[in-house]
C-alpha cells in the first residue's frame, strides 16, 4: 500500500465498516511507520482495489491490523492470499506469534484464521462500538508450514 491506495482504501473501509472505521489519518500515520508496520492492496485486472491488510511487527509480536475484502470478490482466496502475505512478512520480521482480533459475529473470518492455524487464546466483551465480543487468535509462526492449499492461484495481485 501507497499513499495513493489510501482514497480507495479509506473508501472501502468506510463503506466495510461503518461503525469502526479507522479515520482516514491513521492510515498515513500507520504507512509512516514502515520499521514496524507493512501495508498491502489488493488489485483485480483493472488495478482497482479489492483488498487491503496490513500489519504491525514489534519483535516477537506480529498483530494483524486489518483485513478486508469487497463482499462480491469473498470466497475467491483473496483474503487468504493477503494473510499468507502477513504472515510470510512477520516471518520474515523474525516475529515468533501472530495475534489477531475477529468479531465474534463472524464465523467466515473465524474459519479463515482457524483454516491458517490461528487457535482462540482470549475473549475481549464488548470490543467493537456495536457491543460485539473480540475474538483473540494466535497463531505461533513456529509450528505454520505454509498457506494451507498453497497451489491455488488468482489472477489478482497484492502489492
Given at each position: 500500500?501507497?499513499?495513493?491506495?489510501?482514497?480507495?482504501?479509506?473508501?472501502?473501509?468506510?463503506?466495510?465498516?461503518?461503525?469502526?472505521?479507522?479515520?482516514?489519518?491513521?492510515?498515513?500515520?500507520?504507512?509512516?511507520?514502515?520499521?514496524?508496520?507493512?501495508?498491502?492492496?489488493?488489485?483485480?485486472?483493472?488495478?482497482?482495489?479489492?483488498?487491503?491488510?496490513?500489519?504491525?511487527?514489534?519483535?516477537?509480536?506480529?498483530?494483524?491490523?486489518?483485513?478486508?475484502?469487497?463482499?462480491?470478490?469473498?470466497?475467491?482466496?483473496?483474503?487468504?492470499?493477503?494473510?499468507?502475505?502477513?504472515?510470510?512478512?512477520?516471518?520474515?520480521?523474525?516475529?515468533?506469534?501472530?495475534?489477531?482480533?475477529?468479531?465474534?459475529?463472524?464465523?467466515?473470518?473465524?474459519?479463515?484464521?482457524?483454516?491458517?492455524?490461528?487457535?482462540?487464546?482470549?475473549?475481549?466483551?464488548?470490543?467493537?462500538r456495536d457491543g460485539a465480543d473480540a475474538l483473540i487468535m494466535r497463531?505461533?509462526?513456529?509450528?505454520?508450514?505454509?498457506?494451507?492449499?498453497?497451489?491455488?492461484?488468482?489472477?489478482?495481485?497484492?502489492?
Open positions: 500500500m501507497t499513499e495513493a491506495d489510501i482514497p480507495e482504501v479509506d473508501a472501502l473501509e468506510k463503506s466495510l465498516f461503518p461503525m469502526d472505521a479507522w479515520p482516514t489519518q491513521m492510515f498515513f500515520d500507520e504507512l509512516s511507520q514502515p520499521e514496524t508496520r507493512s501495508y498491502y492492496v489488493a488489485v483485480d485486472a483493472a488495478g482497482t482495489v479489492i483488498g487491503y491488510a496490513g500489519l504491525m511487527c514489534i519483535e516477537p509480536i506480529a498483530d494483524v491490523q486489518t483485513i478486508a475484502v469487497v463482499p462480491e470478490r469473498e470466497g475467491q482466496g483473496i483474503g487468504s492470499l493477503m494473510l499468507t502475505r502477513l504472515i510470510e512478512e512477520a516471518a520474515g520480521r523474525k516475529a515468533k506469534d501472530v495475534l489477531l482480533e475477529v468479531r465474534a459475529d463472524n464465523p467466515r473470518a473465524q474459519r479463515l484464521y482457524q483454516w491458517f492455524g490461528f487457535e482462540q487464546i482470549h475473549r475481549r466483551p464488548r470490543y467493537y497463531l505461533e509462526l513456529a509450528g505454520w508450514t505454509g498457506a494451507p492449499g498453497a497451489t491455488t492461484t488468482t489472477s489478482e495481485e497484492t502489492r
